[in-house]
T-cell receptor, first 111, second 115 residues
């Protein structure tokens, strides 16, 4: 079945710097890759997603890139702010519709 | 903006007891899911549900688990005889469509503590 690996597990940046989180997946049939932000004790919230027919998508300070050949995708956050501090999960959807999550990255943005 | 809701927010139960976790998906969504998250770990898929039947289930979703849509709005997860290792946050999610055509939106979760 699908397996999603996520790195790094923790990431600490200074406010204003960029943050990059990387994920790899194993199932070439996966065609949808959402990213979720989870604040402590809260629900995972969808922040951006990318489908397999595009290589990059941007929404304000957040961008995702997808390399289908290499089976990896990344989240880029520019001009980080303290409120970006949270755990970020990448995920993939293989055939069937279930989300397979990565292990999560705890992002800490220091003011 | 419509949201998935879940009750209760926290459930404490003794080992061996039955629990029912409740969810109200977004009203026009057709696909429903349960996920769990053990403290400090990643979110894991349990089961998906469509058209009043299970579409897919993980190996975690054994005979002790069941799901039901008892009416037009609620979606429930039942654990028949809870074990200590069932302690986790349980998230319900729903989507309008399946796969890459359906973003999944999560409820606030139910924290289940089995003692």
């Amino acid at each position: 079945g699908e397996n999603v690996e996520q790195h790094p597990s923790t990431l600490s940046v200074q406010e204003g710097d960029s943050a990059v989180i990387k994920c790899t997946y194993s199932d070439s049939a996966s065609n949808y890759f959402p990213w979720y932000k989870q604040e402590l004790g809260k629900r995972p919230q969808l922040i951006i997603d990318i489908r397999s027919n595009v290589g990059e998508k941007k929404d304000q300070r957040i961008a995702v890139t997808l390399n289908k050949t290499a089976k990896h995708f990344s989240l880029h956050i520019t001009e980080t702010q303290p409120e970006d501090s949270a755990v970020y999960f990448c995920a993939a959807i293989p055939a069937g519709g279930k989300l397979i999550f990565g292990q999560g990255t705890e992002l800490s943005v220091k003011p | 903006e419509p949201e998935v809701t879940q009750t209760p927010s926290h459930q404490v139960t003794q080992m061996g007891q039955e629990v029912i976790l409740r969810c109200v998906p977004i009203s026009n969504h057709l696909y429903f899911y349960w996920y769990r998250q053990i403290l400090g770990q990643k979110v894991e898929f349990l089961v998906s549900f469509y058209n009043n039947e299970i579409s897919e289930k993980s190996e975690i979703f054994d005979d002790q688990f069941s799901v039901e849509r008892p009416d037009g709005s609620n979606f429930t997860l039942k654990i028949r005889s809870t074990k200590l290792e069932d302690s986790a946050m349980y998230f319900c999610a729903s989507s309008e469509a399946i796969g890459d055509r359906g973003e999944q939106y999560f409820g606030p979760g139910t924290r289940l503590t089995v003692t």
